[in-house]
């Protein structure tokens, strides 16, 4: 059965940090390029970030950059996403998600992605 969970979600304070994580079964993780995406009430889904199928290429939104980096262990199944610096308007679902697109390269456009996780919750608030 093909399956993504995410963890690591929670409450923090402005300022601290957060590290998601991303466990997938029932398929060859090490072919797929995997991205974290959010959702906040009343707004679009958003793309966060993205790595490739071998680690070697990373994107990242401008919101995000230089705050999150993502990282991928293909021994576990595993992909993170270490967040630093949250701020309130990080609050969100945090969703990950698989593209099996050939070339495996790492991309935010999620009309690429074949299948998701059911989300973690991030909430950003003093």
């Known amino acids: 059965q093909l399956q993504l969970v995410e963890s690591g979600g929670g409450l923090v304070q402005p300022g601290g940090s957060l590290r998601l994580s991303c466990a997938a079964s029932?398929?060859?993780?090490?072919?797929?390029?995997i991205g974290w995406f959010r959702q906040a009430p009343g707004k679009e889904r958003e793309g966060v970030s993205s790595?490739?199928?071998?680690?070697?290429?990373?994107i990242y939104a401008d919101s995000v950059k230089g705050r999150f980096t993502i990282s991928r262990d293909n021994a576990k199944n595993t992909v993170y996403l270490q967040m630093n610096s949250l701020k309130p308007e990080d609050t969100a679902v945090y969703y990950c998600a698989a593209d099996g697109s050939p070339l495996g390269a790492a991309t935010m456009t999620a009309e690429y992605y074949d299948f998701w996780g059911q989300g973690t919750q991030v909430t950003v608030s003093s």
């Open positions: 029932g398929f060859t993780f090490a072919y797929y390029a």
């Open positions: 790595i490739s199928s071998r680690g070697s290429s990373t």
